[in-house]
Each structure stands twice: as C-alpha cells, then as structure tokens.
C-alpha cells in the first residue's frame, strides 16, 4: 500500500473544487500546490465572513494549536432567523464549499502539518500495529501512518475495528 504523492492529492483536490464550485480565490491557492497557514486562515475568514453576512452565528472563529498546529476550529448555528434547519444548513455548505472547504482540507493534508501529526501518533504506534494485526493485516510495524489508516481502513471495510481509533489517536 502506497500513499498517494503530494501531486496527486493537490491535482485531485484542484479537480473536485472545480466540480464543486470553489470560488476563483480558492481555485488560485489550490494551484499554487502549497496551502499556507495565512492562506487557510484568509480562507476561514472569507468562509465566516460569509456565513455572519447571512445571518448565520459562527463561534470558534480563532486560532488555536491545541493539535499541535495553528487551526482555526470554527462552528455555526444550525439555524438562523426566518429559515428552516436545511435552509440554513445549505446557505452554510454553500458558503464553506465556495470559500474555503478545500484549502482547509489541503492545508491539514500539507506536509508540515502531517509531520506534528505523525509525532502525535507516534505513542500509539505499537497498539495500532497490534491491532492490525489480530485483524488479519500484515503490515511493517515501521509503515507510515498513512500506510497504518490504509490498512485500519481494509479492516474496517471487512467489519472489524478502527484500530486507530481504538489505539485513542484521536489525531
């Protein structure tokens, strides 16, 4: 099992925000193959901007680096005056999807941030390995976490664990 290159996870992001409708701004950065901190945070603050301009309320709208890393961890009502929860609810997606749903994805994909991650994971290792293999999987004890959620994910798909999450990674 091979992760995918960091090429093609920023090609296969560019793609699918096309189809979805990312706005050009978030297009721009996407392309570029490198997602910032200040662009994500530019694209939060455009995201929330949005929302509270259609009278959506947002809490949470700050930086914080409780995982390790500088994230913004923002929520937003479920409902908003004059509109029913799915009005709501799709004015929200509609915001976050246009301006930031996909640079917020890349940007925890980048390899900055996956590296503070995977010295988080580190402590849970040998009992994601353990595991894995109790659940069928033959897996280098050293792969990549990435490799480890590819192989926890075959276990999942045939009905058994998430070893990862039963390790208490909680990422």
Request: net charge negative; glycine share 8%.
């Amino acid at each position: 099992m091979t992760p995918p290159s960091w090429g093609e996870v920023v090609d296969a992001t560019v793609e699918v925000a096309r189809k979805q409708g990312a706005s050009d701004d978030q297009l721009a950065v996407l392309e570029s193959g490198d997602v910032t901190f200040q662009q994500y945070e530019a694209a939060v603050g455009r995201t929330v901007e949005c929302l509270r301009a259609a009278g959506i309320d947002v809490v949470g709208d700050t930086v914080t680096d409780a995982s390790g890393y500088p994230e913004i961890n923002y929520s937003y009502a479920a409902s908003s005056t004059g509109r029913t929860d799915a009005e709501t609810d799709a004015i929200s997606q509609e915001c976050i999807r246009t301006h930031s749903q996909f640079i917020e994805g890349l940007y925890r994909s980048t390899p900055q941030v996956q590296e503070v991650v995977d010295e988080r994971f580190e402590p849970y290792r040998q009992a994601v390995v353990t595991c894995l293999e109790e659940n069928g999987e033959d897996v280098d004890a050293s792969a990549p976490r990435s490799v480890l959620e590819m192989h926890t994910a075959a276990v999942v798909g045939r009905g058994g664990p998430h070893c990862i999450a039963e390790s208490g990674f909680t990422g």
